[in-house]
C-alpha cells in the first residue's frame, strides 16, 4: 500500500463518525522468509574450494596490504603506521594500517550520525537486498579471501576459518534478515481498522552505534558492526588490531554488495583512545562490544560516568569471557570425553570464548580419562596453519603469549599443580605454546577460576560420592558463566545437573562439546559476568538494535469530549 493522505471532503464539513482520512503509515511487504546454514565445505586433496584457498593464500602472504581509515566515503591515512603479523611467523607483515586520532574517531561520529537520518528512511526491502548481496558474495566470489585473511592474520586452520569467516558468517548476515522478517510480521491489534489503526514500526537509534570487535572471530566483527547497519544505524566500527584484514575485507564486501558510504565507518584505533571519544560523545546511543570483562567493564564505567551527557541511554551490549567447563559423571563414554575436551580445549589453541579450560572427573575414570587425553594430545600437530595437516598453530600475538605462559610458569612452581602434558612454548619465530594439560588438587585454584585464553586445560579429580559437592562448585567458584558440558550416560543424573548447572552457563551442552555453536541452532551468549547474553545468531539479537516505534492512526472526527454514561 503506498503512503495516502486522503482528505474526506465531507468529514471536513463537519459529520461525526465518517472516516476522514487514509492511513498513511506503510507495512512493508517482505517476502516469504526461509533460511538455512551454509554448508562447511570440506577441502578434500584434489577439491575445487582447496585449490582456489592456495591461490589466494599465495596471494594474500605476498603483499603487506595498505589498509585506510575509511568515513563518509573517504579515505584517511591518520598518525604512526601500525601492522598486523602472522602470529606464526612474526616476522612477516600482512597488513599496514593507522590509528585514528581523536579527531578522526569524531569526524567518524558526526558522519554516521548524519548517515543515520538518511539510512533509516532507506525501505527495508532495500535493505534486506544488500545483505543477501552480501552473503552471496561471502558464500561465492569472496569465500576464499575471507579464509586467506583468517588464516594468515588470525592464524587459523583451514577448517577454523572455514566454519568461521565463511560458514558463521555468512549466516550472521542470512539470519539477521531472517529473524529481521520473522520479528516485522507482527502488528499489534486493531480492534476496528476502519475507525483506528495500529501498527508498529523499526527506526534505527538517533545517534550512532559503537561496534568494538575482538580478534578471535572474523564473523563476530561482520555481526557486530553491520547488525545494527541492517536495523536502521548508522555505526563506527573499531576492528581489532589483530584480525584487520579479514575485518577490511568484511568492509569492501559490503560495499561491493551496494551499502551507501558512511553508514558503518571503518575507524582502526588504540582501544583507550577510542572508548574515550566513543563515551563522551552526546551521540552515543549504543555499544556492540565482544571482547574481554575488564574492556567491557571499563567502557560500562565510562558510561556510567558520562550519563547526563547523553541524548539515549545507551545500548550496552557486551559478549565477555568465560571459564567454560567439562563436567564428568561416572558412567560417562569415555571416548567421547576425551575427544570432545582435546577439540574444545585446544582448537585455535584454546582462544575461543567457549573453550574448555576445567575439567571435573571422578576417581573412578581417572585413569582412562587421563591416558586418553595424554596419548591425544601427543599426537596433535603445532605449526603453520597453511600445513593442512596441522592441529592448531600460534596464538594471537605476544600479549596473549605472555599472558597464557605466565600461567603456565606459574603453575610448574606451585606443588598443588603438575603439568601432565606440554607446558612447553616458544614464540622465536612464531606465538607458539603447546597444549597444555595440568592437573589440580586445588578445585579455586586460578588455573580453574580465571579466563586464561589459551591452550590450557586443567582437571580436577573428585570422589565419586562427592558428585554433588562438585556439581555445586562449578557456578561458585568463578564469576563466569558462558558454557559448559555434561557427560553422562545417566539420565537422572543429567536431569539433576540440568537444573543445579542452570546459572553456570548461557550454551549448555549435553554430551558434547563446550564450543561450536551454530547460528540459527545455538544462539550464543552467557550470563553473569560472561555478558548481557543478548544472544548473537538468535531471533532477538535484531531486536536489541531498533527503537520501535508504535503508531496510532485514528480516521473520524473527535467531535465531543464528555463520555456517554455522563448523559445517563
Ligand atoms: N562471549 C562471546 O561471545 C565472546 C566471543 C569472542 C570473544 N570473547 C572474549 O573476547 C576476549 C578476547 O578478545 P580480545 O583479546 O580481542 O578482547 P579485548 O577486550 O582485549 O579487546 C576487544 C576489543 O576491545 C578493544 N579495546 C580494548 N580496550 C578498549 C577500551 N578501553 N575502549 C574501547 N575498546 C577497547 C580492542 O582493541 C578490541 O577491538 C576473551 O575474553 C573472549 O572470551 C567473547
Ligand atoms: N561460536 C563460537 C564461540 C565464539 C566465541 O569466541 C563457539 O561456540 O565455538
Request: charge should be neutral; glycine fraction near 8%; proline fraction near 5%.
Amino acid at each position: 500500500m503506498s503512503a495516502m493522505l486522503t482528505v474526506c471532503s465531507r468529514a471536513l464539513r463537519g459529520r461525526s463518525l465518517e472516516r476522514c482520512i487514509s492511513s498513511v503509515v506503510e507495512i512493508p511487504k517482505l517476502q516469504n522468509n526461509n533460511v538455512e546454514n551454509e554448508p562447511v565445505l570440506a577441502y578434500r586433496a584434489g577439491s575445487r574450494e582447496r585449490a582456489e584457498l592456495a591461490d589466494e593464500l599465495k596471494r594474500t602472504a605476498a603483499v603487506t596490504e595498505e589498509i585506510p581509515i575509511v568515513i563518509g566515503g573517504q579515505t584517511i591515512k591518520d598518525g604512526e603506521p601500525q601492522y598486523q603479523v602472522m602470529p606464526h611467523d612474526h616476522s612477516r607483515k600482512i597488513a599496514k594500517f593507522y590509528y585514528a586520532s581523536e579527531k578522526t574517531i569524531q569526524k567518524a561520529i558526526e558522519a554516521s550520525v548524519e548517515a543515520q537520518v538518511r539510512w533509516d528512511r532507506t525501505p527495508l526491502n532495500e535493505r534486506i537486498r544488500i545483505w543477501q548481496n552480501a552473503a552471496e558474495l561471502m558464500a561465492g566470489a569472496h569465500r576464499q579471501k575471507l579464509n586467506a585473511a583468517t588464516m594468515l592474520g588470525q592464524s587459523k586452520t583451514v577448517v577454523q576459518a572455514e566454519i568461521d569467516s565463511a560458514a558463521e558468517l555468512i549466516d550472521f548476515f542470512r539470519f539477521n534478515v531472517f529473524f529481521l522478517k520473522e520479528n516485522a510480521k507482527y502488528q499489534p491489534i486493531s480492534e476496528n481498522p476502519t475507525v483506528t489503526r495500529n501498527s508498529l514500526r523499526f527506526r534505527g537509534i538517533d545517534g550512532f552505534i559503537a561496534a568494538i570487535s575482538p580478534f578471535n572471530f572474523t564473523a563476530i566483527g561482520g555481526n557486530l558492526a553491520y547488525t545494527p547497519a541492517l536495523m536502521g544505524n548508522g555505526v563506527v566500527w573499531k576492528p581489532s588490531d589483530t584480525a584487520l584484514l579479514s575485518n577490511w575485507r568484511i568492509f569492501n564486501i559490503m560495499r561491493e554488495a551496494g551499502l551507501p558510504d558512511g553508514i558503518v565507518n571503518f575507524v582502526p584505533a588504540d582501544g583507550p583512545t577510542f572508548g574515550r571519544v566513543i563515551t563522551t560523545s552526546p551521540f552515543l546511543a549504543g555499544i556492540n562490544f565482544t571482547g574481554s570483562v575488564p574492556t567491557f567493564n571499563w567502557l560500562w564505567n565510562e558510561v556510567g560516568k558520562n550519563l547526563n551527557l547523553y541524548r539515549n541511554y545507551p545500548r550496552l551490549i557486551g559478549e565477555c569471557g568465560g571459564k567454560n567447563y567439562h563436567f564428568v559423571h561416572p558412567s560417562a563414554d569415555v571416548a567421547t570425553v576425551v575427544n570432545a575436551s582435546i577439540r574444545s580445549a585446544f582448537e585455535y589453541c584454546g582462544q575461543k570464548c567457549s573453550a574448555c579450560s576445567r575439567i571435573y572427573i571422578p576417581k573412578s575414570l581417572y585413569e582412562p580419562i587421563k591416558e586418553g587425553l595424554l596419548a591425544e594430545r601427543a599426537k596433535l600437530k603445532i605449526g603453520d596453519p597453511t600445513d593442512f595437516s596441522v592441529f592448531t598453530a600460534a596464538v594471537i600475538d605476544d600479549k596473549a603469549f605472555a599472558r597464557i605462559t605466565g600461567y603456565i610458569n606459574g603453575a610448574k612452581k606451585n606443588p598443588k599443580n603438575k603439568i601432565l602434558g606440554g607446558g612447553e612454548f616458544d614464540g622465536s619465530k612464531g606465538y607458539f605454546v603447546q597444549p597444555t594439560i595440568i592437573e589440580t588438587s586445588d578445585p579455586h585454584d586460578k588455573l580453574m577460576t580465571e579466563e586464561i585464553f589459551g591452550p590450557v586445560l586443567t582437571m580436577y579429580v573428585y570422589d565419586d560420592h562427592d558428585v554433588m559437592k562438585t556439581l555445586a562448585l562449578v557456578g561458585s567458584s568463578t564469576k563466569f558463566a558462558l558454557t559448559g558440558a555434561v557427560f553422562s550416560k545417566d539420565v537422572n543424573f543429567l536431569q539433576i545437573a540440568l537444573e543445579e548447572l542452570k546459572m553456570t552457563a548461557g550454551n549448555f551442552y549435553i554430551n558434547d562439546k563446550s564450543t561450536g555453536s551454530v547460528v540459527g541452532q545455538q544462539p550464543f551468549g552467557g550470563g553473569r559476568m560472561s555478558g548481557t547474553n543478548d544472544k548473537a545468531g538468535g531471533p532477538n539479537y535484531v531486536m536489541r538494535w531498533t527503537s520501535p516505534q508504535s503508531i496510532k492512526e485514528t480516521f473520524v472526527p473527535l467531535r465531543e469530549i464528555d463520555y456517554p454514561y455522563m448523559r445517563d
